[in-house]
């Protein structure tokens, strides 16, 4: 028999468990059966400080709703940077624009700061909200005239009212599902208000759904079920490995049409002994920036990242290892396939190379571009923009 002084112990230990286990329950069924019960509720409401929102609390639990209910991070959201608006989406399709964001959020453990100003149920209404406040006006998208034809009519900086977006500077990216995600570099990205790739003569708008600044990667996610996408090497490039590197050198200065080079692998580090690059002699141009380095299989064993730009040096060409870009997509719930074919036919690896590697434009308005330029930066500019 269990004494009464037992009996009262086991109560106190169970009391609580039964508790928090109900008040857990209970939001988890509040939220995952009727989200927008969280703003009838006032759990999230305009003017919520971000930190507040991230941690919102109901009852003796914390929401946590940047990581459980609304997994921020893990659908498109958009940072403007020096512009201090920011946008992060939702699983039940919401989309939260914070204002004097001037720190963004990456994680729970770097949420960043800004007030919560509207929400919004398609992304494309919070980005034109945003731009509005911003004075921001877009350009109307031709639908059936070639990049370039439309390029060459959007470039007019003289005439460019400065608030206008246009297409400043472009890069390279490649697919890597059949579900329209695509790999660049952060650096091809940043600070873009819009991002398109170019197909079959027309702009495409994307989102970018996760990047990583140390590493130099980008996530982006089109709407394009494409025709081939690449797979990654599950290994890590070799000294003196063949390669192919594929992309769009200089952009449209020279042509819109996809272009390789051949080299090796000449160094399993890049500067300053960074072990999560390595140097190739196949050469690199501005434009090229986030395009597939590809073995003789077709596998892609590197992001093509930079080069040593000084006079009297050749060769000094850099790239980032696929093991880096594994963990990266890993990361942020994109898993990879995966392949170590040794050889493919040259048919198809042109196939792949057309069909798979897309081109890559990032939309500023004349005063982000006038900004940026004061300053350093990666950015293949079209020359129209440059000093």
């Known amino acids: 028999m269990i004494s009464l002084k037992m ?3 086991l109560i106190l230990l ?29 759990i ?40 201090d608006y ?60 070639k990049p370039n034809q439309q390029i060459a009519k959007s470039k007019k900086k003289d005439t460019q009212d400065k608030n206008t977006l246009v297409p400043a500077s472009s890069g390279t ?10 790999i660049t570099n952060d650096h091809v990205i940043v600070g873009c208000r819009n991002v398109t790739i170019a197909q079959q003569g027309k702009y495409v ?25 690449y797979r990654i090497s599950k290994e890590d490039p070799k000294l003196m490995d063949d390669v192919v590197i594929a992309g769009y050198p200089l ?37 090229n920036s986030g395009g597939p380095i590809i073995d003789k299989g077709g596998n892609v064993i590197g992001v093509a990242v930079a080069k040593i730009e000084k006079e009297g040096i050749e060769g000094f060409n850099f790239g980032i290892k696929s093991s880096v870009l594994k963990s990266f997509t890993n ?10 074919r040794s050889r493919i036919s040259q048919n198809q690896l042109t196939s792949l190379v057309t069909d798979g590697t897309v081109y890559i434009d990032c939309w500023l308005t004349i005063s982000d571009i006038e900004k940026i330029m004061k300053q350093s930066s990666e950015k293949a500019f079209y020359s129209e923009y440059q000093n």
């Open 173 to 182: 990216g490649f697919f890597v599902s059949n579900n329209g995600h695509i």
């Open 44 to 83: 999230i409401y305009v003017g919520q400080s971000k930190k507040e929102f991230c941690w919102a609390r109901t009852s003796v639990w914390y929401a946590v709703v940047c990581y459980k209910y609304d997994a921020i991070g893990k659908k498109p959201y958009m940072y403007y940077q020096n512009q």
């Open 86 to 145: 920011e946008i992060l989406a939702s699983k039940f399709e919401r989309y939260y624009v914070f204002k004097n964001a001037s720190i963004k959020y990456t994680n729970l453990n770097n949420i960043g700061n800004g007030v919560l100003d509207k929400i919004f149920y398609s992304m494309s209404d919070a980005k034109d909200y945003v731009h509005k406040q911003l004075g921001i006006y877009k350009q109307p998208k031709p639908k059936k005239q």
């Open 14 to 42: 169970i009391f609580p468990i039964f508790l928090f286990g109900c008040a857990t329950t209970s939001v988890d069924q509040v939220v995952e059966n009727n989200p927008s019960d969280l703003e009838k509720q006032k």
């Open 331 to 340: 990361s942020n719930n994109l898993k990879l396939i995966t392949a170590s």
């Open 7 to 9: 009996k009262k112990i």
């Open 205 to 229: 708008e994307v989102d970018v759904i996760a990047y990583d600044e140390r590493n130099d990667l980008a996530i982006l996610k089109s709407d394009i079920r494409p025709k081939k996408f």
């Open 251 to 287: 952009g449209n200065k020279v042509s819109t049409s996809i272009k390789t080079t051949k080299g090796s692998v000449t160094s399993l580090s890049g500067m300053g002994n960074n072990f999560s690059e390595f140097q190739t002699d196949a050469a690199l141009n501005k434009g």
